[in-house]
């Protein structure tokens, strides 16, 4: 594995955090997971997908990983329809780990503040993310209790 780190004055989001390390990136698919999440997925079924993203940018461009909805985001954020990330349906939780190619971030300067969503709902709509509902152990850790909570459980 290859770790490389840009650094933030100010948290960017996932998207602005993502075109700040843009040149760090290269022009390959990429995986990103959020760092304040604990789960028992297995990365390496993201294989295909980024495979997929590499031979067709132009229609594949992302690959998001849902998870059921935690009591805290009961309303969940997007829907999933025969492989295809959707708005409409029963929704789900966005499960901070996706694959992307590097080009959607191309037009967001470095430094730009901006979250994922709304602004990656473009690429939904226009039909080109895929994705999966991963049903196994999966956690928020963003806050102090949700960390103590992880602790109990994992005890």
Known sequence: MRLSYSHEEKALETAGGVAQALHLLGDEPFVVVSGDIHTSFDYSGLLPRIEDIA?????HVAHF???????????????????RI????DKLTYGN???????????????????LFPWAYRFVDEGAVSGEHFRGDWDN?????????LDRRLA
Request: hydrophobic share 40%; aromatic share 8%; glycine share 16%.
């Open 55 to 59: 031979r067709h940018p132009g229609k």
């Open 65 to 83: 990983v849902l998870v059921d909805n935690p009591p805290w985001h009961s309303g969940g954020d997007m829907g999933l329809h025969e492989g």
């Open 86 to 89: 959707t708005r409409e349906g």
């Open 97 to 115: 780990i996706a694959v992307f190619h590097p080009r959607l971030f191309a037009g967001i300067a470095p430094g730009t503040w901006l979250k």
């Open 141 to 149: 850790v963003g806050t102090p209790a949700q960390l103590a909570a």
